[in-house]
């Protein structure tokens, strides 16, 4: 369990902060993870501060960056006190604001001013188009401009139970094995040494099956690497178009992302909803009677 954990939060994430969606859809977020950024919503709500929920961000998931809606009500407090009060305890947070489109001339500069060099937004203070077709662009923009990506080249979705893989070598032999991790360009598994899982170095595989989170598809891979482990050995596979060039061929590709999305977010979440519950029941429990 902790080397699950260990794994999701590892890699650079972006929080926005009680987005407004009818400018800023879900959807979004998708495309932002075929672009290579992982992202997500935080929403507001009566029951925990939003400002315990950014904390509890920033103290577990130490490189993310931060976008908070400021045209968001926030109670018994302000997004810029909290932002200030946030920036003192960790030095090293990435914070950055959005907000609608403001039709008072000087309006957008006075507030650009201010987050930025009075806050302290490192990441900028973004106005947000009523279309929101042109706000995609505008997010895009703002993420490569902030480094989103990190070091990363693609986003891996740690994989649980519901997702494995079928692979036929040359002689037949049948290889199933649970998938550690999938992204668009790679997936690896780890596996015991009882099972001999005998292949040769940048092998390549047709038809492999796969099955993630209820979606069957087959696709072509190459073994790009391979390393012992504790419990094995671990197998990282590049995928291949039948074409030969490497990546997912574009039916798959744009039937997994989907997929890989909803094991990502399902599993940031999960993570924040256990921490944010165990906050909620700290500022519950009574004070001890003396």
């Known amino acids: 369990m902790a080397s699950f954990v260990e794994e999701i939060i590892k890699g650079r994430k972006t929080f926005f902060i009680a987005p407004d969606k ?26 925990l501060p939003i400002a315990v929920k950014i904390d509890i961000i920033l103290s577990i998931f130490k490189d993310s960056i931060i976008f908070i809606n400021i ?13 200030h009060k946030a920036n003192l305890k960790y030095p090293e947070a990435m914070f950055g604001v959005t907000f609608t489109k403001r039709l008072v001339p000087g309006e957008k500069e006075r507030l650009e001013k201010f987050y930025i060099l009075n806050v302290g937004c490192k990441c900028g203070a ?30 891996r979705a740690v994989c649980t139970s519901s997702c494995s893989v079928k692979i036929i070598d040359k002689e037949q032999k049948v290889y199933t094995a649970k998938l550690n991790d999938i992204s668009l360009s790679h997936f690896s598994i780890t596996v015991q040494g009882q099972d001999q899982f005998s292949i040769k170095d940048f092998e390549r595989f047709q038809d492999v099956q796969f099955y993630v989170k209820g979606l069957h598809f087959r696709n072509d891979c190459v073994l790009y690497m391979r390393r012992p482990v504790e419990n094995g ?14 990546g997912l061929d574009p039916v798959n590709k744009k039937l997994l992302i989907p997929k890989i999305y909803t094991i990502m977010e ?5 993570l924040l909803t256990k921490l944010f519950k165990t906050a909620l029941e700290q500022r519950e429990k009574p004070p001890l009677e003396l």
């Open 22 to 47: 009818s400018l800023f859809p879900e959807s979004y977020l998708e495309e932002f993870l075929t672009l290579g950024y992982e992202c997500y919503f935080i929403d507001t709500d009566i029951f």
């Open 71 to 83: 045209d968001a009500p926030i109670q018994n407090d302000s997004w810029s006190n909290l932002i």
């Open 126 to 155: 973004i106005q947000l188009e009523y279309q929101k077709k042109n706000n995609f662009y505008i997010l895009q923009k703002t993420l490569y401009a902030n480094q989103a990506m990190g070091r990363r080249k693609s986003v």
């Open 233 to 246: 050995e671990l197998f990282i596979f590049a995928f291949a178009t039948k074409s030969g060039a490497p």
């Open 266 to 270: 399902e599993n940031c979440q999960d």
